[in-house]
C-alpha cells in the first residue's frame, strides 16, 4: 500500500511539474540574437499559453515578442522569405488590448508595435506608471524621451536606470566610459545603435561624467521627429529631406534609399558642427565607415573626423595608455557566444590593439608591443579564435619588427 501511494504521488509531483513548466523568456534582440526558427517555436509554445489563460500578461509578451523577433531574425540573417509580417503583430495587439488593456505589458508593448512613434509615447509613460522599477522598460521609456529631445527626463531616467541596475554589466559601463572619456570637449559621438549609445549615456548621465558631449543615435535618425527635435538641441539648421523625398529618388532601391539619406544626415551633422570635433564609433555601419574612410583618423574605440590629415597614432596611444579604462579586458574571462552584445563590443577593441602593436613594433617600444600582443591574444582566445590571431600578429611581427 504504501508503494502505491509514493508512486502515486511521484505521478502527481511529475503532472504538476509539467503543468508549471514555461517556454524560454524571449531575451532582448539587442543582447542575444537567435535564429528565426527558435524564436518561431517558441511563439507556438507561448500562443499554447495566451489560449489557456487569456490573462497571462507574460505569455502574451513573450509570444508577442517570440512573434516580432521571429520576423526580425528573419530579415537579420536574410533568410528567402520572410516569416511572418507588420501585421500579424498588429493582429496579436488587438487581441491582446481586449484581453488585457491595463497592464504594464500591452502598454509598453503599443509603444513598440507603432515603431516607437512619439506619437504612441502615452503609452510607454502609462507603462511606467503601472510599474516604475521594471529595468526592460528604461530602453523604449529613453527613446521616447529622446526622440522629443527631453533632456532632463532622459537624464532622470538614465540616472534611475544606473542606480536600480546592479546587473547592468561591467563591461558595458566600460566600454561606454572608453567611448566618451577620451574625446575633445563638446564632441559630437554619432552612435550606431543601442550597444554604443546606451553604455556611453549611462555613464555621460547616470555617473555625471562628460556632460559636454553629445551622444547622438543614428538609429533614430529617421523618426522625424527625433533628427527635427535634435537639429534644434545642436543650434542646426532643419534638415528638409524626408525619407519619402528619397523613395521617390530611388523608388526600386529601398536601401539605397535609407543609406543615402543616412550619409546625407550625417554629412549635414558635419556640414554645421561649428568647429565641435565629430567621432565615429569603431562597428559603425560598413558603407557609413566606407563613406567617410578619407576623414577619419582612429584614436581609441573611435574614430575622429577630420578634414585634415593630423597624428592620430599619438593620439591613440595616448587614449590606451593613459585615459581608457582596459581592466575589465585583461581579467580572465569565459568563453564568449558570439551572438552575444559582449562579443561585437569586446572583439571592438581588437581594431585599435592590433593599431597599436604596429606603433610599438616600428617604434622599437617592444615592451609594450609584447603587451599589447598578450592582451590581443587574451581577447582572441575567449572568442575561440587565438589560432587565427596568432597567425595575423606572426605576420605583423615580421613585417614591421625590423
Sequence with gaps: MKKVLIIA???????????????????SFVDVTWKSDKYESLEKQWKKLVNKDKKDAEAWENYYLAAMYKYKASLFYKDSIPKGSREDLHNIMIKMGKSIPNTYEYNKLMYRDHDLDPEYGNFIVKAYEINPNRKDLYPLLITYYETIRDTQKTAEVFRKWYQTDK???AFKLSYGYNMIIAVDKNAIILSSGDN??????????????????????????FANAYYTNLMKSLNMPPFNKTFDDY??????????????????????????????????PIGM????????????YMVGVLYQYSSTPFDNYAVL?????????????????KPVADNSVKYRLQTIYLTPLSELYKHYLLSGDLGKANNTRNLILKLADDYGRRDSYLDYLNKIKEKYNN
Design 9 to 27: 504521488l511521484c505521478f502527481v509531483t511529475l503532472s504538476l511539474s509539467a503543468q508549471n513548466t514555461r517556454p524560454e523568456k524571449i531575451q
Design 167 to 169: 546587473d547592468y554589466e
Design 196 to 221: 554604443q549609445f546606451y553604455p556611453a549615456a549611462t555613464i555621460k548621465y547616470g555617473k555625471n561624467i562628460r556632460t559636454d558631449v553629445n551622444i547622438v543615435a543614428q538609429s533614430m535618425f
Design 247 to 280: 523613395k521617390k529618388e530611388y523608388p526600386d532601391n529601398i536601401q539605397k534609399a535609407y543609406r543615402t539619406m543616412a550619409l546625407d544626415l550625417i554629412q549635414h551633422i558635419i556640414d554645421h558642427a561649428d568647429e565641435r570635433p565629430i567621432y565615429f
Design 285 to 296: 555601419r560598413d558603407y557609413i565607415i566606407e563613406h567617410f574612410k578619407d576623414s577619419l
Design 317 to 333: 596611444k595616448k587614449n590606451f595608455e593613459q585615459k581608457l579604462y582596459l581592466d575589465n579586458l585583461r581579467v580572465d574571462l
